[in-house]
């Protein structure tokens, strides 16, 4: 079946820049999302790209979109301690039912 | 809007029991979708619903089964409780290409 892969873990220090990188291996999905997810919670939806962009920026998240080598990142700027969560890369190709990486643990301490 | 609602937030189970975990949205959605999150895992979809008296398997339907007579309902049911049934479930529903979360329901089957 289709796969996401995420590295599991990614520890920075408050101000710095965060980057979280995903791989995939679905050649037909559509649109690539980074959902975020505190403890105890569900996930909230960060931001989306659709598969014919390169680059989606949107306040402090910039998402970058290698389709030929199906790599893709979301850059936080600014990291703050509140940014501490796990995050989810997910694809979808076909009903909008989404593929999900195993989450990478963002940890920023201050 | 409540969102995505899910009841019970926690349950423990004994072997062999059966339960229905309740799932409703109120923002006239036609897609749901129940997942299921291990520790350290990403989420797997169980079943889906595109619509009204539509249900869908997904990756891992084996246990479970769903109905929806509704649009704004979507339970899943649980028949003879496993330990390999201990997860975190979560309801979601969707719109155009956004997924949204209910706040999941924590399981544990003894």
């Known amino acids: 079946g289709e796969d996401v892969e995420q590295s599991l873990f990614l520890s920075v220090r408050e101000g710095d820049s965060s980057v979280i990188n995903c791989t995939y291996t679905d050649s037909s999905s559509t649109y690539l999302y980074w959902y975020k997810q505190e403890p105890g919670a569900g996930l909230q939806l960060l931001t989306y790209i659709f598969s014919n962009m390169d680059m989606k920026q949107d306040q402090r998240l910039t998402v970058l979109l290698n389709k030929k080598d199906k790599h893709l990142s979301l850059r936080i700027a600014d990291t703050q301690t509140g940014d501490s969560a796990i995050y989810f890369c997910a694809e979808t190709s076909g009903y909008s039912t989404l593929t999900f990486g195993k989450g990478t643990m963002l940890l920023v301490s201050p | 809007n409540a969102g995505v609602t899910q009841t019970p937030k926690f349950r423990i189970l004994k072997i062999g029991q059966s339960m229905t975990l309740q799932c409703a949205q109120d923002m006239n959605h036609n897609y749901m979708y129940w997942y299921r999150q291990d520790p350290g895992m990403g989420l797997k979809l169980i079943y889906y619903s595109v619509g009204a008296g539509i249900t869908d398997k997904g990756e891992v339907p084996n246990g479970y089964n769903v109905s929806r007579s509704t649009t704004e309902d979507f339970p899943l049911r649980l028949e003879l409780a496993a330990p390999s049934q201990t997860s975190v479930y979560f309801c979601?529903?969707?719109?155009?290409?956004?997924?949204?979360f209910g706040p999941g329901t924590r399981l544990t089957v003894l």
């Open positions: 979601a529903s969707s719109r155009d290409n956004e997924q949204f």
